[in-house]
């Protein structure tokens, strides 16, 4: 690596560094991404606070770096884990200990890591909001090497209906608390249309996005079966109008 390019890296690090402890809140939005739908339509006139699981800000302070060397110390000979995945877990509660949220939201709901701290942090009710279909080989363990469904056991899953807790259910999953509630991007395409401006010049609009795996090497023949219908019945459709 050249010596640009490191300096370039350390000082896109360096931009990313808060030099002051998260703010104490009572909601914890786990993931940036997808933060602009809850704090626009659900979180405005409340208390949160994001943490940014893909480093776009980074805490530093007296008070975590207090909060991380004690919860290094618990992690450091009970993990199996590289010293980088101890590090990264032991910032995560340090983060979660200076906030002391009593709820933690996430729209990334197959994020390994949200699931590993529901289970860690146990002073906050954890909520997952499903934001899309999800396949066998959605479910990836920590090691990324394996896909179990089962280790997905977060408390309370806010879905899009009843399939999709009684798939989760038929894969193995541990989720304790389904909530079929609909999809919350669909609820804001609905409900406020006044926001989109879309001018509407068709009948119908298929959203898809392909998986390889899926449609070429079988990996979830359920799914597979229920998109070729659909696509079967939507021909059909196109050929009588």
């Known amino acids: 690596m050249g010596r640009g390019t490191l300096l370039n890296k350390l000082l896109t690090l360096i931009k990313k560094i808060q030099f002051h402890s998260p703010k104490k809140a009572n909601i914890i939005i786990f993931d940036n ?6 704090i626009k339509y659900i979180l405005f006139d409340l208390n949160y606070e994001i943490f940014y699981n893909r480093f776009e800000k980074i805490f530093i302070s007296p008070k ?10 618990k992690l450091i000979f009970r993990e199996n884990l590289k010293i980088s995945s101890k590090i990264y877990r032991s910032y995560i509660l340090a983060f979660f200990d200076c906030v002391n949220p009593k709820i933690t939201i996430s729209f990334i709901d197959n994020n390994p890591i949200f ?12 909520y997952a909001i499903q934001n899309g279909i999800r396949i066998i080989n959605s479910f990836y363990r920590l ?8 280790s997905t056991s977060i408390k309370n899953m806010l879905c899009f209906g009843n399939n999709e807790a ?6 193995g999953s ?5 909530h079929p509630v609909g999809s919350l991007k669909g ?23 392909f998986r390889k795996n899926i449609i070429c090497e079988n990996a979830d023949i359920e799914i597979k079966t229920a998109i070729c219908l659909l696509n079967e019945y939507l021909n059909k459709f196109i050929k009588d109008t």
């Not at 975590?64 to 110390?73: A, N, P, Q």
């Not at 009684?166 to 894969?171: G, M, S």
């Open 64 to 73: 975590i770096i207090y909060y991380f060397i004690r919860e290094i110390k």
């Open 143 to 150: 090691d990324k090497r394996t896909c179990n469904p089962e």
């Open 33 to 38: 991404v997808g933060s602009e739908f809850l």
């Open 166 to 171: 009684d798939y989760y259910k038929k894969l």
């Open 174 to 178: 541990c989720i304790e608390n389904f």
């Open 115 to 126: 699931d590993w701290i529901s289970k860690e942090y146990i002073n906050s009710q954890y």
């Open 187 to 209: 609820s804001i395409y609905k409900y406020f249309p006044q926001e989109n401006n879309i001018i509407i010049k068709y009948d119908l609009c298929l959203i898809s996005q």
